[in-house]
């Protein structure tokens, strides 16, 4: 069973950045493909970012060019450096894990609390 605690949320102004982290904890971290998911007050959870136990990305439209999303299999973490962040980019946001990146959209690890990053000036 995989345990993931989120983590580098925080308050921001447009143009600026975070870094978010999430420790994965209770299983083989890295035989999974992890991603990273967001949350907006009245919205459905999103898929934003990919990364499979290989390293290949890949992202939401809405964010491709801006986040980037790494792992580090030896400290069982996985990143999310958001850069040229927008107002839009406000909410909660989930890490989690699958089996493939093809199957992000039914992740398969309970939810952690998620980490908050509101964008504003």
């Known amino acids: 069973q995989v345990q993931l605690v989120e983590s580098g949320g925080g308050l921001v102004q447009p143009g600026g950045s975070l870094r978010l982290s999430c420790a994965a904890s209770g299983s083989i971290f890295s035989i999974y493909a992890m991603g990273w998911y967001r949350q907006a007050p009245g919205k459905q959870r999103e898929l934003v970012a990919a990364?499979?136990?290989?390293?290949?990305?890949n992202y939401a439209d809405s964010v491709k060019g801006r986040f980037t999303i790494s792992r580090d299999n030896a400290k069982n973490t996985v990143y999310l450096q958001m850069n040229s962040l927008k107002p839009e980019d406000t909410a909660v946001y989930y890490c989690n894990a699958a089996p493939t990146i093809a199957t992000m959209s039914l992740p398969f690890a309970s939810w952690g609390q998620g980490t908050q990053v509101t964008v504003s000036s």
């Open positions: 990364i499979t136990s290989g390293g290949i990305t």
